[in-house]
């Protein structure tokens, strides 16, 4: 018995191509649809598989002296054909088996990629999950595109966790709550010479932060630079009553002490002050450069305070992103602004979705999408 494989246009070919090859009395024994050719899985060529087989072999038989048994002959024959059935399903078994390895393959690599990026084991599995269900002829793509899909799948993660206003209209006032060093009293400065730039607010800042002399300081640098009053309050107490000194300001800024973050009764103090304070919105500030496992621990510790919104900072210094895919996976609280450099107003944006999915993917902004105008330009 001879097993031939074509691949051609039409069956019509197929046949007459059997017939020339292997004779009139050829079979065929299967024919599949199957895609050839093409360029990074575009321009695909559809074509047909046609599995033949030819009885040469029995005719072989036939010439040798032997008595005649035809009706064994003719058992021996089926019993090959089984066998050749066999063979062929088996061949096909192992075909799906090599292209779905192949599929696993080229998401593995993406998903290996998202581990690399500190995205937990959790968002990594439901990223898995979607694509898998989402498409179920991954082994026809490239391994560019099952990475597009990728991509899509963390901005859409990333759009539901991205707040539909930076700075609530409703809101006059804006605390910047979170741990030491993270850019929270940058962050105010930025956030307060937009508003004077280009909202034409009037602005007043408060600081909680009397630890270091130098913290309020900082803060009276860019209050003399904007030409908006300062107040300084050293507990709780002292907010409320600078607060109704600013009174006549559209939106007040107040700053606090990362270091006080450390103490309880700090915190609870904290608690109860912004728990009065109406019309007023608490921005949790992290920075890019925490690892996620310090970070978790932050926001937990943070909870109890009303968090509205969080800011991310120091984009520009991190290599590593896949925290802030987590924190919209498993927090309730949206993402506001992003901040990308040290400058005073212009290094901060409004939470991006495709921007942070780009830099979870390694994909590089700086190639001609530019990042630096559209930061100033998308910042309010
Ligand atoms: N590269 C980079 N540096 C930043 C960013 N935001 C702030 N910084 C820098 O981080 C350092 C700390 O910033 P601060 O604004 O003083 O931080 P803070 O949260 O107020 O710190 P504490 O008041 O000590 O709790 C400064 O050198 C800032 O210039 C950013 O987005 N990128
Ligand atoms: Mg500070």
Request: hydrophobic share 40%; with cysteine.
């Amino acid at each position: 018995m001879k097993i031939k494989r074509y691949i051609v246009d039409s069956l019509p070919q197929a046949i007459q191509l059997i017939r020339q090859e292997l004779g009139e009395n050829a079979v065929i024994l299967n024919t599949k649809e199957i895609k050839t050719g093409g360029f990074f899985g575009l321009f695909q060529r559809k074509q047909l598989e046609v599995i033949a087989a030819s009885e040469v072999a029995e005719k072989k038989a036939e010439e040798l002296p032997v008595p005649k048994q035809p009706q064994a002959e003719e058992s021996e024959v089926l019993k090959r054909l089984e066998n050749v059935e066999k063979l062929l399903e088996n061949f096909s078994k192992n075909e799906a088996l090599v292209e779905s390895k192949q599929s696993g393959q080229k998401l593995r690599k993406w998903l290996a990629k998202l581990e690399e990026q500190e995205v937990d084991e959790e968002v990594i599995r439901f990223i898995e999950k979607k694509i898998i269900t989402q498409s179920s002829s991954l082994e026809e793509l490239t391994e560019q595109q099952v990475g597009e899909m990728v991509q899509d799948a963390i901005t859409g993660l990333f759009q539901d966790g991205i707040a539909s206003e930076g700075l609530d209209s409703e809101v006059n006032m804006i605390t910047l709550i979170g741990p030491t060093g993270v850019g929270k009293t940058t962050t105010i400065a930025k956030l307060a010479s937009r508003q004077v730039l280009y909202q034409r607010n009037k602005v007043g800042l408060l600081t909680a932060d009397t630890f270091r002399i130098a913290a309020v300081e900082q803060l009276r640098t860019y209050a003399n630079i904007l030409n908006v009053p300062i107040e300084v309050a050293d507990s709780p107490e002292h907010v409320k009553l600078a607060m109704e000194r600013l009174e006549h300001c559209q939106m007040i800024f107040m700053d606090s002490a990362g270091r006080n973050y450390l103490e309880e009764q700090y915190i609870e103090e904290m608690k109860e002050l912004l728990s009065k304070a109406s019309k007023q919105e608490n921005h949790l500030v992290l920075s890019m450069t925490t690892r996620w496992k310090d970070m978790k621990q932050i926001v937990e510790k943070m909870k109890s305070l009303q968090i509205d919104k969080i800011i991310l900072t120091k984009w520009d210094e991190s290599t590593c992103f896949g925290a802030a895919l987590n924190l919209v996976y498993h927090y309730p609280y949206p993402l506001s602004f992003l901040c990308l450099g040290q400058g005073v107003p212009e290094d901060i944006m409004l939470a991006k979705a495709q921007y942070m999915a780009k830099k979870i993917m390694g994909v590089d902004e700086r190639a001609g999408s530019g990042a630096e105008t559209e930061r100033i330009v998308s910042a309010f």
